[in-house]
């Protein structure tokens, strides 16, 4: 009986795979860590009078955007 031959890429999960089991619990307590600031960020934010979804209808992107596309085609500055 013929053996399959070991791809590439199952060679390298084999070598990955008992890597990435010893360093995930160390990222464990960075990940809990960078959760907590978010959100204390967020609540502060929030207390600030800042709305996570966005209270107006059109959003950031699409206003910038508009800027941009009506100093384009207007051939003005930004600066006067």
Do not use: E, H, Q
Request: hydrophobic letters at 45%; one cysteine or more.
């Amino acid at each position: 009986m013929l053996k399959k031959p070991i791809s590439a890429a199952d060679n390298l999960w084999n070598t990955a795979k008992p890597i990435i089991r010893a360093a995930f619990p160390y990222t464990i307590p960075v990940l809990a860590g960078y959760g907590c600031l978010g959100f204390t960020y967020g609540v502060l934010m929030s207390a600030s009078g800042f709305s996570p979804s966005g209270d107006d209808p059109i959003g950031f992107r699409l206003r910038f955007l508009y800027v941009i596309k009506t100093v384009i085609s207007t051939n003005n500055t930004v600066i006067p």
